[in-house]
């Protein structure tokens, strides 16, 4: 995508600028795509890989019951990476946009915390975060930062061992962020989706409930995905860029 939003090349941008410019309710939906230009690996693109593991093969309840060690092993590796990265304009450019429309819901498959640490406020982390453990005996919740953490770690409370507090294949949403994402989806107006291969349910069925309660769908990302054909814009490029070119054209118009 050009540097300049006034080229042909940039038509949806344009349009899209225009529409949000109008817009009372919006949904952003993002994935691993939004923070790969802060250097965190995507899971399905180049360096999703750990040791030889694809992300399906740990981030899962079975995994951890079997090499709870490898697990956490992988997660602290994870954890230490994320720490010595910062928010893109990709994430910046979100944080802006929330300010600039009245009911914005920035729903996030990442559990990495760089859209809060960028300035989103309205933010539902749908499959937890990194920075949180959770543990397997009392079910305590409780935030942790330390990195690395030490291995394996232990609740203080009674003993038992912590898992990260993220949503793994196989388990469910949480109920009550499962719902607000509902209702949020059904009033939306535009729907916008940036950085997700699109894949992982229930999050990949997200757009597609939009569209059917009448939003419109943008979508943001450097290759099409399973989304592509039933999105109203696509912009294809790095949310690193072209988010923040979108907010420059949102500026222009007004
Ligand atoms: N800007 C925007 N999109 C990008 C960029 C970028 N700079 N770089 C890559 N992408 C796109 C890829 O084209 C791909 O479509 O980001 C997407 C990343 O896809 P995945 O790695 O599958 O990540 P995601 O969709 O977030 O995965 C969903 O799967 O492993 C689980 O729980 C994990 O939340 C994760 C879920």
């Known amino acids: 995508m ?20 109008q817009v009372q309710r919006l949904v952003a939906l993002t994935g ?5 230009e802060s250097g965190v690996p995507t899971f399905r693109g180049p360096g999703g890989l750990w040791r030889d593991f694809r992300a399906e093969d740990l981030a899962t309840p079975q995994a951890f019951a079997r090499d709870p060690r490898l697990v956490w092993e992988w997660y602290d590796w994870r954890r230490g990476l994320i720490a010595q990265v910062s928010p893109n304009p990709g994430h910046l450019a979100l944080a802006e946009l929330e300010g600039l429309i009245p009911e914005f819901l920035l729903i996030t498959q990442n559990v990495d915390g760089l859209h809060r640490r960028a300035g989103s406020l309205n933010v539902l982390e749908i499959h937890g975060s990194i920075w949180e453990v959770r543990c397997t005996g ?19 409370n009674c003993g038992a061992l912590l898992r990260p507090n993220v949503v793994w ?23 916008l989706v940036a950085g997700t291969s699109g894949v992982v349910q229930p999050a990949a069925s997200f757009a597609l409930w939009a569209k ?16 592509t054909p039933y999105c109203d814009w696509v912009l294809q490029g790095k949310s690193g860029e072209v988010l923040p070119l979108l907010l420059t054209a949102m500026r222009q118009n007004n």
């Open 212 to 227: 059917e309660y009448g939003a419109r769908l943008a979508e943001i990302n450097p290759d099409p995905t399973p989304l």
């Open 32 to 36: 691993a795509g939004v923070s790969a």
């Open 169 to 191: 294949f196989g388990e469910a949403l949480d109920p009550a962020r499962l719902q607000m994402a509902h209702e949020a989806l059904r009033l939306a107006q535009v729907m």
């Open 138 to 156: 009392c079910g305590g919740l409780d935030e942790d930062r330390r990195t690395p953490l030490p291995l394996m770690p232990w609740c203080r």
């Open 2 to 21: 050009s540097d300049n939003p006034n080229t042909d090349k940039n038509r949806p941008l344009i349009g899209l600028a225009q529409t949000l410019g």
